[in-house]
C-alpha cells in the first residue's frame, strides 16, 4: 500500500493562510488524495480529497503536484479552531469503497493566536 | 441530523468483562467500520462492513467481534476485556466511493479497562 508522510508539527498565526505539506512517492495512478483533520476530543472529519486536479472546497484548498508525488492542503486563513491533527491519506479508487482508509499519525496544527 | 451516533461516551471495565459498544448512523449508509485510537497513534481499523450481514476482518481485529443486522446499526463487542483494549474507539460510516463520499466519524468511546 501506498504511504504517506508528513511533518509531525507546524504551527502558524492566526488569520495567515497555512500550508500543509505530505509526500506520498509511491502513489499509483488510481489513488484518491484525501484529508482529514480531527479536532481534541472529536472523530476526524472530511476535508478535501482530489485525484489529478487542484480541488478547492468551503474548508480549504487541495494542491496536487504535476507528478503527484506530494500534495498540500491549504487553509487560507486560519482560525483558533483549525488547530487540530490533519491526516493526508492515499485510497485506491478501484477498492469497493473507502472504509479501510488507513490513517497515520497526522501532523498537529498549532495555531498561535 | 444526527450522524453517526456512539454510546456510552465513557466506560471503564474490569480485565473479564464484556460489552457492546454501539454505534448508530441516519444518514442509509452502506459501510460502517470501526476504529481504535491509543495516545500519540493514528487510527487503525478493527472490522468493517459493506453491508447488512456482511462483516469482514481490519489490521487489529483480534479480541472484537461485530456483526451487521441492519443497515443502521453496527455493535462492536468486547468478549473478554483485557487492559490492552484501553483505547478510544471510533465507529464511521460512508458511501461507496463511486458516490464520492466521504467518511463518517462519531465522537468517539473512550473505554478504560483495568
Known amino acids: 500500500d501506498a504511504k504517506t508522510t508528513q511533518p509531525n508539527s507546524m504551527e502558524s498565526n492566526e488569520e495567515e493562510p497555512v500550508h500543509l505539506p505530505c509526500n506520498h512517492s509511491?502513489?499509483?495512478?488510481?489513488?484518491?488524495i484525501h484529508w482529514y483533520r480531527q479536532l481534541p476530543s472529536q472523530g476526524p472529519e472530511y476535508v478535501i480529497h482530489?485525484?489529478?486536479s487542484n480541488v478547492n472546497n468551503r474548508m480549504a484548498s487541495l494542491a496536487i503536484a504535476e507528478d503527484r508525488k506530494s500534495s498540500t492542503l491549504i487553509l487560507h486563513r486560519a482560525t483558533l479552531r483549525d488547530a487540530a491533527v490533519y491526516y493526508c491519506?492515499?485510497?485506491?479508487?478501484?477498492?469497493?469503497?473507502?472504509?479501510?482508509?488507513?490513517f497515520g499519525t497526522g501532523t498537529r496544527l498549532t495555531i498561535i493566536p | 441530523n444526527a450522524g453517526v451516533t456512539q454510546t456510552p461516551k465513557f466506560q471503564v471495565l474490569k480485565t473479564g468483562q464484556s460489552m457492546t459498544l454501539q454505534c448508530a448512523q441516519d444518514?442509509?449508509?452502506?459501510?460502517m467500520s470501526w476504529y481504535r485510537q491509543d495516545p500519540g497513534m493514528g487510527l487503525r481499523l478493527i472490522h468493517y462492513s459493506v453491508g447488512a450481514g456482511i462483516t469482514d476482518q481490519g489490521e487489529v481485529p483480534n479480541g472484537y467481534n461485530v456483526s451487521r443486522s441492519t443497515t443502521e446499526d453496527f455493535p462492536l463487542r468486547l468478549l473478554s476485556a483485557a487492559p490492552s483494549q484501553t483505547s478510544v474507539y471510533f465507529c464511521?460510516?460512508?458511501?461507496?466511493?463511486?458516490?464520492?463520499?466521504?467518511?463518517?466519524f462519531g465522537n468517539g468511546t473512550r473505554l478504560t479497562v483495568t
Open positions: 491519506i492515499l485510497e485506491d479508487i478501484s477498492n469497493f469503497g473507502n472504509e479501510k482508509l488507513t
Open positions: 444518514m442509509n449508509h452502506e459501510y
Open positions: 482530489g485525484l489529478t
Open positions: 464511521a460510516s460512508s458511501q461507496p466511493v463511486s458516490y464520492n463520499s466521504p467518511l463518517h
Open positions: 509511491t502513489i499509483s495512478g488510481t489513488d484518491y
